[in-house]
């Protein structure tokens, strides 16, 4: 049994927007609406908030982890506003040909994330958009949710085609907001 409640986010496609191009800048980053407002809401009720996002662009050298940062910082001011909190954030810089461990749909940064907070992933939801995420999420045997957001609404598509039979139960909801109301409705 985890000691403190412990929720894990995709960033790009779940809190703010994607962009096929990558989020590069500060600038480039905007958030989803209702995202900030659904974290802060999180906050409140003593939730970690964790993100484990892939940031391949830095590998591809469109981006530098200094940019990455002032990306981060934007996020966090934004965030703040409505006093929400994000307690860390695991990203991985490698794009598939490095064949990392910490590429999301691999787990190995569910697994630091849970070796470092002591935490069993089994009861903690991992919020994502993409089949990645899911994946990710699934072998790490942590709780997946799939928002339509981002890539959401494509990555249904992909579960529900038939070549993702594993994944079919994976619970679905328009956005983050709506499944922060609904976790929080049935944690009350």
Not at 62 to 83: A, D, V, W
Not at 153 to 181: A, C, M, R, W
């Amino acid at each position: 049994m985890n000691k403190f409640k412990i929720i894990i986010l995709d960033r790009d496609g779940v809190i703010n927007q994607d962009s096929d191009s990558f989020v590069k800048s500060p600038e480039e980053w905007i958030a989803v609406p209702g995202s900030l407002e659904a974290i802060a809401r999180l906050s409140r009720e003593r939730y970690i908030v964790v993100i484990i996002t892939n940031q391949s662009g830095i590998s591809r050298g469109l981006l530098t982890i200094n940019m990455l940062n002032r990306i981060h910082q934007k996020m966090f001011s934004e965030l703040s506003r409505f006093g929400g909190e994000i307690s860390a954030i695991f990203f991985c810089p490698h794009s598939e040909k490095d064949n990392c461990d910490c590429r999301k749909p691999a787990p190995g940064l569910f697994f630091k994330l849970a070796e470092r907070l002591n935490v069993d992933l089994r009861e903690v939801y991992a919020v994502g958009d993409s089949l990645r995420d899911i994946q990710a999420a699934t072998t790490a045997s942590a709780r997946p949710v799939l928002v339509r957001t981002g890539k959401g609404e494509h990555t249904y598509k992909q579960i529900h085609s038939g070549q993702h039979q594993d994944l079919v139960n994976t619970p679905v909801y328009p956005d983050l907001e709506s499944f922060v109301t609904e976790l929080l409705h049935q944690s009350h």
